[in-house]
Structures are given as C-alpha cells and as structure tokens.
C-alpha cells in the first residue's frame, strides 16, 4: 500500500498506551491516594475511630487491588491464589 493511506497505518500501528498509563500512574494514583488520607484524616476527626477502622479494611483490599493492577503482575498473582486453592 503506498500512499498517505500507507502512511496513516503505519503511524496507527504505532500507537501504545504506554505514555498515558505513565500518566495516570504519576497523577491519579497519588491524587487518589491523597484523597482517601483526607477522608480517613477527617472521619478519624470526628472520633469515628471504628468507622476509620471499618473503612480501612476496605482501602487496603482496594490499594491492593491498585497496586496489582498498576505492577501489571495480575496473571502471576492470579496463578498464585489459584494455586493455593488448588494445590
């Protein structure tokens, strides 16, 4: 194929998502992570400490799950847990 045709599937071809991964790993995951210290800084506050304690639980599953997600080690960790089940 030859053409500005040939030259639009070449640059398509290209393409990744690399760079906007990059960008939400150094800008949402912290944003995201400051915010839920300034929720549990604010419930705590109130002297709500068994709801910072009920909440906190729920968070470390979540920044588990985020931080399995952002390593890209899921399927290794997937084997795992399986493996576990199994034997």
Do not use: H
């Not at 639009?8 to 995951?29: D, P």
């Not at 912290?30 to 009920?54: E, F, K, Q, S, T």
């Not at 639980?57 to 399986?82: D, H, M, Q, Y």
Request: charged share 5%; glycine share 20%; hydrophobic share 50%.
């Amino acid at each position: 194929m030859t053409g500005p045709g040939a030259n639009a599937l070449w640059y398509a071809q290209q393409l990744t998502t690399g760079g906007l991964q990059g960008w939400i790993q150094q800008n949402i995951v912290p944003l995201i992570l400051l915010g839920i210290a300034i929720i549990m800084l604010w419930i705590g506050g109130r002297g709500d400490n068994a709801g910072v304690a009920r909440r906190s639980i729920g968070l470390l599953i979540g920044l588990i799950a985020l931080g399995i997600a952002v390593s890209g080690n899921g399927p290794r960790v997937g084997e795992f847990l399986a493996n576990l089940i199994v034997g």
